[in-house]
Structure formats: structure tokens, C-alpha cells
């Protein structure tokens, strides 16, 4: 309801009271440049954490599956504890991995690699510092943000699709086996269709997730969009604008503005179920 | 006997790379537990991941202090960059305006560029190079817990209990050494460890406390009782409640505030009870459990609350990893404390920690990794406990 309401004015925040605009919130939206930068920047994070997690944890878990039995749950375990930290924890690890020119990462691959990409006179390492500012520049914010997203869920991800690779019934394993299926042949036409719930319901998680995704970047960033906007994400915006500029009327209609796509997700993930239980 | 030896050499290929994956995974944790022992210049600067003992740290830096060069590698490159950049704008002046002072400038240049390239390529033979004494271990049994301590004691509760020994101390000797401590920890005024840590607790279980009994309820109506229009109430709770609170954030502050919980732990526990993932997970696991047994409770006349309560037994693995998974999620809970709690004295633990790395310029960071530190050793160990039945549990779902 608050989103059909004005925003006092702050000059006479005493006198003038909330009043009815209807949509005037949502037309303003459609028109606001940062608004549409904020949700290219969550469409960019969002697809390239699924990109990035869905096959990467499905590899995991057939490393997983292959190797010795009891050494299972100790791997499982160490790709989830990212999983299961504060997520403030993780940035606050980030925030020191990816400093200007001393964090680790930079002094120990971004450096050496940058300066080889510089001897070898390749075109586009010109425009390259020889630190890369990982917080700072916008180039390389999003990468940094997909980066802590790619570590954080991975884990959990892998648990579930070594759940339901484990569940695939033996003999239908054998069967494929006897066929003389290869390896590719397997993966196609048993192993991705048995987790195919999983993957759904996988990307659904992340989409979700990375929609509500606020304490990594509120930490690493600062609450703001970072230079140039090019963190800005979805509810960081909704943060600035009610928080730091106290319209919270106009936050809150940018943040039902996305309500209707979520709905759809989950409308998807219902769908899916009940075509599975009438097969 | 040669698919046995495929398969085997299948496992030893994939448990190394699991290997080198799990170690890039867990690598920042061990190296931020190593660092609550080191200062600043060594978080930053050194590569080690153990801390180094006083006596290497000043070795290191005598050496420096003799070679100038021993810079790691980027910075040499980076120097020699530079001074290319620089040859080259004064040989673009050059050309265009001879000056003699600019020739012996470029010269100066040129000189320094090759002795660079000299000291890169030349092995430094007759220097001696810095040798770490120590061992593994006996820096693991030397680590000096003093940021740990600071982190549980420099805050307002004990520094007055302290004051109040100085004041009451007759022995000299003694009454000097609380005030040393007292100078010490009066440098660092951070916020109170215990009080935030026993507030994160209460907040997380009462968190998770009351989202289990409200999922395991409403799961429980939902997959036993038959009432019309339950299909519609699903879809809507679902609806309702699978939107992240994190967008609907703003309407619900107003609506805590309007209630009066603003400031209050009640504030984070209420909105967090109800929980779609939880319903949704109540609901297969209550699907699961055969119609049978509560058909045999209902016949012996058992209420229809007592038939729930004596079923409950039969989904405890359930229970306690959702209990687990809850209890993880709201301890990790960021942005609803952030904007109910505005008093210090309630604030829960992540939001004290990234208060003090917001404040913390020229503070020792070692704190700030203890702190860290504190803050993921219960949800570990609890989640390291619990594993197995997590996994179980999950893998009777068959869907996630």
C-alpha cells in the first residue's frame, strides 16, 4: 500500500502529509535511468552466478560420487562451510582478498598474469592497471560480486545433486551400463533428467537469492552502487533510496516492482511438480 | 581386473581435484584464523598465512632495509613501467627541444631501467636470505591468543570491573598490573562480546524454535487434514511467503514499527516464524508418513492435537536439520537486524562485526578476524555434528 502513496517532501515533512498518487511511483520507475541500471546489474548477477553454479557444482558432485567413500562427507562438508557463514563474514574475507594492490588475490595471480598479458603486448591488457581494483573499478565489480556468490552456494548445491545422483536406482545404472551407453550418453539420457528437479529447483533458489542479495554487497560496497553504479543491485537500491535518501514510499514501490517476476518463478516451480505427479 | 583398476584410478584422479577444490574453498577460513594473531603490515603486506614470530619480522626487516630490491615481483615490473613511460615522453621532448639537462635526465633513466633489469635477472649470491627458524609446530603452540583477549575484554563491563579492583587493590604491585591491563584495553573500546554473542543466541533460537513449531504445524495441516479450498491456501501461503523478506523489507519495517516492535528482539523472531521453505519441506516429509499410524492413534480416541504431537517422533530427523538449517539462517541474518535494531546493547553479532570494519581504520584487524572467527565456530560445529542426519534427511526427500 505504501507504494501508492507520496513521499513527504523533506523541507516540510511536518505539514504535508502522505497522499494518494497511485501509480505515479511505478511511471517513475519506468523512466528512472538507475532503475533500469539496477535491474540490468541483478539480470547480469543472477544469470551468471546459475551459469557459473549449475554445472560447476554438477561436476563436484560426480567427483564426489566417484571418489572413496569415506572421504565423501569430509569434502562435502569443506565446499559447504562457505555455505554456513554469515555472509558479512564472507565479505569481510573478500573485502581483504580483493584489496586494491596488497589482497592476496591480486598479488598472487591478477598481478603476474596482467604483467605477462602486458609483455606478450596483447591489444586489450593496454587498458588494464597493474592492480586491478577489484571494489573500485567498474569493470571488475560484477566479477567480484558473481565470484562471492559462486563460492558461497556452490557447496549446497553439490549436496543436492549428490543426493539425487545417489538416488537413481541401481539397476537402471546397470541397465545403461549394459547397453554399452558412453559416458556422455549416460549423462544425457540418465543422470541430467534424475536431477532435473533439482536443477529447477536449484535455479529457482539462486534467482531468489540473488534477487534478495544484500549483505555481500552492502559490505563490500558500502551500501552504495560502488563507482559508477556498476553494483547496484536490486535491493542496495531499495536500501539508498529509502534509507539513505529517506524516500521510502518511492523504495517501496521499487521493491514490489519485482514482486510479479517472483511470483512467476514460483508459479514455474508449482507447475513443473504437478506435471511430475501426473506422470 | 582392469575395470577395478579404472575405477580405482578414477577415485584417486577425482579425490585430488576435490582436493585442490576444497582447499581453495576453505583456504580464506584458515588464512583468517591465522590472522587474528598478526598485525596490520602483516595482513596486508606478507604472503605468509602463519604469523610469524618478533624476532623474523625484524629480520625481514633488516634485509629489506639492506636491499632495497627485495620488492616482490609486480612492483619491479611496475617501476620499470613507469620509468618507460617516462623515457619515452622525454625523448618525445627531445626531439622537438634539445636541452641538455633533459639528455642527462634520460640518461639517469636509462641507467636506472638496466640496473632494474640487472638486479631481476642476477641471483643474490652472497646475501644471505632471511631463514624462518620456526617450525609448523612450534608456531601452532606459540600463537599468542592477545587479540582474542582484547576482543573479549576491551569493552565498557569489564573496564569498569577492573577500575573498581584498581580502586579496591591495597597491593602495589598488583594495583600496577590491572592498570597496565586497564591502559592496554582502554585503547580499544569495542562493543560487548558477551552481550551481543548471548543476544545472537536468543534471537537465533527463539528464530528457529518457533519456525519449526509453525512449519511443522502448518505442514501437518496441509498434507493430513482435508478442508475445502486448501489447494487455493497453499498456493497463496506459499505465494506470500517465498517472496524474499529482503524485497518486501521496507513494507515490513513500517508494519514492526506500526506494531511497536521496532528495537525489540521480537522484531527479527516474528517475521522470520513463518517460513515457505519450511512449509514446503513439512509438508513432503508429513506426505511421507503413512496415513496408517495416525488412523490407529485417531481409533485408540486420541484428539486430533495429540495424534500431531505422538506423530512427531516419526519425522525427529526432519525436525532437528530443519531445526539446524534455521538456526544457521537467522544467525547469519543481516538486514532485518540492521533496520529494527538501532540500540547497541541488542545488536546481534554480524551487525557488531561489520559495525567495527566499518570503524575500524588503523584498528588492529587481527580483532576483527577473531570476531569473525567467533561468529561461524557454533554454526560449524553444529552443522559438522548434525551432518550425517542433514544428508539422510535430505536424501528421503528425493525433491530438495
Given at each position: 500500500m505504501m507504494s501508492f502513496t507520496s513521499d513527504p517532501s523533506?523541507?516540510?515533512?511536518?505539514?504535508?502529509?502522505?497522499?494518494?498518487?497511485?501509480?505515479?511511483h511505478y511511471y517513475d520507475l519506468i523512466k528512472d535511468p538507475t532503475y533500469h541500471k539496477a535491474l540490468k546489474n541483478t539480470t547480469v548477477y543472477t544469470l551468471g552466478a546459475i551459469g557459473i553454479i549449475i554445472p560447476f557444482s554438477f561436476f563436484l558432485a560426480h567427483l564426489l560420487l566417484a571418489c572413496h567413500k569415506l572421504l565423501r562427507?569430509?569434502?562435502?562438508?569443506?565446499?559447504i562451510v562457505p555455505g554456513i557463514t554469515p555472509p558479512i563474514v564472507l565479505s569481510i574475507l573478500f573485502l581483504l582478498f580483493f584489496h586494491g594492490e596488497n589482497g592476496i588475490l591480486n598479488q598472487f595471480i591478477a598481478a603476474p598474469l596482467i604483467a605477462l598479458l602486458k609483455s606478450l603486448n596483447s591489444p586489450w591488457a593496454e587498458s588494464l592497471p597493474d592492480y586491478i581494483n577489484w571494489q573500485k573499478d567498474p569493470r571488475f565489480i560484477m566479477f567480484a560480486l558473481i565470484f562471492q556468490s559462486v563460492w558461497r552456494w556452490t557447496g549446497f548445491i553439490t549436496l543436492f545433486f549428490l543426493c539425487s545422483l545417489q538416488a537413481i536406482p541401481k539397476n537402471l545404472e546397470e541397465a545403461i551400463e549394459?547397453?554399452?551407453?558412453?559416458?556422455?550418453?549416460?549423462?544425457?539420457?540418465?543422470?541430467?533428467?534424475s536431477c532435473s528437479h533439482v536443477i529447477l529447483f536449484a535455479i529457482i533458489y539462486l534467482m531468489v537469492d540473488s534477487i534478495a542479495m544484500f549483505a555481500g554487497s552492502y559490505r563490500l560496497l558500502g551500501g552504495s552502487g560502488g563507482t559508477d553504479d556498476a553494483g547496484l543491485l536490486l535491493i542496495s537500491y531499495v536500501y539508498q533510496t529509502g534509507f539513505t535518501f529517506q524516500q521510502f514510499n518511492r523504495a517501496a514501490a521499487i521493491s514490489m516492482s519485482v514482486v510479479p517476476f517472483l511470483a512467476s518463478l514460483i508459479w514455474l516451480l508449482f507447475w513443473r511438480q504437478k506435471k511430475d505427479e501426473l506422470q | 581386473?582392469?575395470?577395478?583398476?579404472?575405477?580405482?584410478?578414477?577415485?584417486?584422479?577425482?579425490?585430488?581435484?576435490?582436493?585442490?577444490?576444497?582447499?581453495?574453498?576453505?583456504?580464506?577460513?584458515?588464512?583468517?584464523?591465522?590472522?587474528?594473531?598478526?598485525?596490520?603490515?602483516?595482513?596486508?603486506?606478507?604472503?605468509?598465512?602463519?604469523?610469524?614470530?618478533?624476532?623474523?619480522?625484524?629480520?625481514?626487516?633488516?634485509?629489506?632495509?639492506?636491499?632495497?630490491?627485495?620488492?616482490?615481483?609486480?612492483?619491479?615490473?611496475?617501476?620499470?613501467?613507469?620509468?618507460?613511460?617516462?623515457?619515452?615522453?622525454?625523448?618525445?621532448?627531445?626531439?622537438?627541444?634539445?636541452?641538455?639537462?633533459?639528455?642527462?635526465?634520460?640518461?639517469?633513466?636509462?641507467?636506472?631501467?638496466?640496473?632494474?633489469?640487472?638486479?631481476?635477472?642476477?641471483?643474490?649470491?652472497?646475501?644471505?636470505?632471511?631463514?624462518?627458524?620456526?617450525?609448523?609446530?612450534?608456531?601452532?603452540?606459540?600463537?599468542?591468543?592477545?587479540?582474542?583477549?582484547?576482543?573479549?575484554?576491551?569493552?565498557?563491563?569489564?573496564?569498569?570491573?577492573l577500575e573498581r579492583k584498581i580502586q579496591a587493590?591495597?597491593?602495589?604491585?598488583?594495583?600496577?598490573?590491572y592498570q597496565a591491563e586497564y591502559d592496554h584495553l582502554a585503547q580499544y573500546q569495542y562493543f560487548d562480546f558477551r552481550k551481543v554473542f548471548t543476544n545472537s543466541l536468543l534471537v537465533a533460537l527463539l528464530h528457529c524454535f518457533g519456525a519449526v513449531t509453525l512449519s511443522a504445524t502448518a505442514g501437518y495441516v496441509f498434507a493430513k487434514i482435508d478442508f475445502k479450498g486448501k489447494k487455493f491456501f497453499?498456493?497463496?501461503?506459499?505465494?506470500?511467503?517465498?517472496?524474499?523478506?529482503?524485497?518486501?523489507?521496507?513494507?515490513?519495517?513500517?508494519?514492526i514499527n506500526f506494531i511497536g516492535l521496532s528495537n525489540s528482539h521480537a522484531g527479527i523472531v516474528l517475521p522470520g516464524a513463518l517460513n515457505a521453505i519450511g512449509?514446503?519441506?513439512?509438508?513432503?516429509?508429513?506426505?511421507?508418513?503413512?496415513?496408517?499410524?495416525?488412523?490407529?492413534?485417531?481409533?485408540?480416541?486420541?484428539?486430533?492435537?495429540?495424534?500431531?504431537v505422538h506423530a512427531l517422533p516419526l519425522i525427529s530427523s526432519a525436525l532437528l536439520s530443519f531445526?539446524?538449517?534455521?538456526?544457521?539462517?537467522?544467525?547469519?541474518?543481516?538486514?532485518?537486524?540492521?533496520?529494527?535494531?538501532?540500540?547497541?546493547?541488542?545488536?546481534?553479532?554480524?551487525?557488531?562485526?561489520?559495525?567495527?570494519?566499518?570503524?575500524?581504520?588503523?584498528?588492529?584487524?587481527?580483532?576483527?578476524?577473531?570476531?569473525?572467527?567467533?561468529?561461524i565456530l557454533p554454526t560449524l560445529t553444529l552443522f559438522a555434528l548434525l551432518y550425517r542426519r542433514i544428508k539422510s534427511s535430505l536424501a528421503d526427500l528425493h525433491l530438495h
Open positions: 523533506l523541507s516540510n515533512q511536518q505539514m504535508s502529509d502522505e497522499s494518494f498518487i497511485g501509480l505515479a562427507p569430509v569434502f562435502s562438508f569443506i565446499l549394459l547397453e554399452g551407453a558412453s559416458f556422455f550418453k549416460r549423462l544425457i539420457h540418465l543422470r541430467i533428467p | 581386473m582392469s575395470w577395478k583398476r579404472h575405477k580405482r584410478a578414477k577415485s584417486y584422479l577425482s579425490a585430488m581435484i576435490l582436493t585442490c577444490v576444497a582447499l581453495v574453498f576453505i583456504y580464506p577460513f584458515i588464512w583468517m584464523f591465522f590472522s587474528s594473531f598478526k598485525t596490520n603490515q602483516e595482513i596486508y603486506q606478507s604472503s605468509q598465512l602463519l604469523p610469524q614470530s618478533k624476532s623474523f619480522i625484524q629480520a625481514r626487516q633488516v634485509a629489506i632495509q639492506d636491499d632495497k630490491k627485495v620488492k616482490n615481483r609486480a612492483q619491479s615490473f611496475r617501476e620499470k613501467r613507469k620509468i618507460r613511460a617516462q623515457i619515452k615522453e622525454l625523448e618525445a621532448l627531445q626531439q622537438r627541444s634539445p636541452k641538455p639537462e633533459q639528455a642527462q635526465a634520460l640518461r639517469d633513466l636509462e641507467q636506472d631501467l638496466i640496473t632494474l633489469d640487472q638486479v631481476a635477472q642476477t641471483p643474490r649470491k652472497n646475501k644471505v636470505p632471511v631463514q624462518e627458524e620456526e617450525s609448523f609446530w612450534s608456531i601452532i603452540s606459540n600463537l599468542d591468543f592477545q587479540y582474542f583477549d582484547i576482543l573479549l575484554k576491551s569493552n565498557s563491563r569489564h573496564l569498569e570491573k587493590e591495597t597491593n602495589e604491585q598488583e594495583k600496577a598490573r497453499f498456493t497463496l501461503a506459499i505465494l506470500v511467503i517465498l517472496i524474499p523478506k529482503q524485497s518486501l523489507i521496507l513494507p515490513l519495517f513500517e508494519w512449509l514446503l519441506f513439512f509438508t513432503q516429509i508429513w506426505k511421507q508418513v503413512p496415513d496408517d499410524l495416525l488412523d490407529i492413534c485417531r481409533l485408540e480416541g486420541a484428539s486430533e492435537l495429540r495424534t500431531f531445526a539446524l538449517l534455521d538456526f544457521i539462517m537467522s544467525w547469519n541474518e543481516h538486514l532485518l537486524p540492521l533496520i529494527v535494531l538501532q540500540s547497541p546493547d541488542k545488536q546481534t553479532l554480524p551487525l557488531a562485526l561489520s559495525q567495527l570494519m566499518g570503524a575500524s581504520l588503523g584498528e588492529p584487524l587481527a580483532v576483527i578476524m577473531a570476531g569473525a572467527t567467533f561468529t
